[in-house]
Nanobody
Framework: QVQLEESGGGLVQAGGSLRLSCAASGFIFRINEMGWYRQALGKQVELVATISADGRTNYATSVKGRFTISRDHAENTVYLQMNSLKPEDTAVYYC?????????????????WGQGTQVTVSS
C-alpha cells in the first residue's frame, strides 16, 4: 500500500506565494512520474504540472513562469512552488504519482492520489 500525504495549502493574498509538498510512503520500489492537479469549485480536474523520473517537466499554460515543480528522489517527495498567485488559482490541489510498489514479493505499478489540499487566493 502506498500513501501520498500533501501539505502546504492555505489562504494567501493575490501576488503571494505558497509551496506544496507531497510525500509518498509505503513499500515503494520506484516512482516514475509525479504531478500536481487541481479542481476549482464547479470545474473539472486539470493538470497543473508533472515531473518525470529524470526531471523533465510539463506545465499548464496558465501556470508557466509562475509555478515550479521539483522532486526529491531520496525523500520520495514532490514539491510545487507557486508564485504570483492569482484568485483563479484557487482550487483543491491533488498530488499524483505513478508508483511501482512491492506487494507480497512482486512489484506492481499503479497510480496514486493524495487527499487534496485547499489553496485559496484572495483578491
Amino acid at each position: 500500500q502506498v500513501q501520498l500525504e500533501e501539505s502546504g495549502g492555505g489562504l494567501v493574498q493575490a501576488g503571494g506565494s505558497l509551496r506544496l509538498s507531497c510525500a509518498a510512503s509505503g513499500f515503494i520500489f520506484r516512482i516514475n512520474e509525479m504531478g500536481w492537479y487541481r479542481q476549482a469549485l464547479g470545474k473539472q480536474v486539470e493538470l497543473v504540472a508533472t515531473i518525470s523520473a529524470d526531471g523533465r517537466t510539463n506545465y499548464a499554460t496558465s501556470v508557466k513562469g509562475r509555478f515550479t515543480i521539483s522532486r526529491d528522489h531520496a525523500e520520495n517527495t514532490v514539491y510545487l512552488q507557486m508564485n504570483s498567485l492569482k484568485p483563479e488559482d484557487t482550487a483543491v490541489y491533488y498530488c499524483n504519482a505513478d508508483v511501482e510498489a512491492e506487494v507480497k514479493g512482486s512489484v506492481w505499478g499503479s497510480e496514486y492520489w493524495g487527499q487534496g489540499t485547499q489553496v485559496t487566493v484572495s483578491s
